[in-house]
């Protein structure tokens, strides 16, 4: 399907991933993926931070809201809670948590799951995968829409997760 792959290898669509338990039988799949030049220690409070905001087009999906630009110190994400804000209101729920490693969460009927897998050398890939059964029809339009979106958050998460670690604010 056009727009359902971005930044990431065959081996990585063929691995397993946390939403694939919530969704049987997808009508969209979609893979996207950044190399992150940060641990995943690093990279993880980032995605955990996805509560606090989208960090896409803010001014599309946050209501002109500026995502934070700094970690703002949360807790650890616990299944059960909002998924993320948009636009000042929580939105979804996650449903999987493995802290460090991933993070899975539904929202208008998708599930997502973002990937933290530690590379050589303080690198951290950050994989995500979106599932969700819908209209055949309007599938290729969801997966185009993702793409433009997911493709701006993980490169946000990732400016903003090298910006720290080489800033020497990592966490340890």
Not at 107 to 132: F, N
Not at 133 to 150: F, K, Q
Request: charged share 20%; proline share 7%.
């Amino acid at each position: 399907m056009i727009g359902d792959r971005w930044g990431v290898t065959d081996s990585e669509m063929l691995r397993p991933y946390p939403c694939d338990d919530f969704v049987v039988s997808p009508t969209v799949q979609a893979w996207r993926g950044v190399s992150i030049e940060a641990p995943a220690a690093a990279v993880w409070p980032w995605v955990a931070q996805v509560r606090l905001a989208p960090y896409s087009y803010d001014w599309i999906d946050n209501l002109g809201r500026r995502s934070p630009r700094q970690l703002t110190g949360l807790p650890e994400p616990q299944v059960g809670e909002a998924f993320t804000t948009a636009g000042g209101r929580k939105t979804g729920t996650i449903v999987a948590v493995d802290l460090g490693e991933q993070l899975t969460g539904s929202i208008m009927g998708a599930y997502m799951s973002y990937v933290l897998v530690p590379q050589e050398h303080d690198m951290t890939r950050l994989l995500l995968k979106v599932v969700m059964r819908t209209n055949r029809w309007l599938a290729p339009g969801l997966s185009i829409g993702d793409l433009v979106m997911a493709r701006r958050q993980l490169l946000n998460l990732k400016q903003l997760a090298e910006r720290q670690h080489h800033q020497g604010d990592a966490p340890e």
